[in-house]
């Protein structure tokens, strides 16, 4: 028969210590100084290190065009 093993609040504690979550890093654009997640495109100007990588008045006038079919 397995002899059990005592599972202690240092152990316990000590097995936890490793789920804490931590910030998510924000910096600043460069050129418009809004803030969005490191690694990634802004929300706002749709750009990525400088370039624009997505088109967000393309995307509001498509939303727009959506809403105002389905009737909002």
Do not use: F
């Amino acid at each position: 028969m397995v002899v059990r093993m005592r599972h202690t609040k240092g152990h316990r504690n000590n097995r936890r210590s490793h789920d804490g979550l931590s910030k998510p890093a924000v910096t600043l654009d460069k050129n418009t100084n809004v803030p969005h997640l490191r690694h990634r495109a802004s929300t706002v100007t749709g750009q990525y290190k400088g370039r624009v990588v997505i088109d967000v008045a393309a995307k509001i006038a498509k939303r727009a065009k959506r809403a105002k079919k389905e009737g909002r």
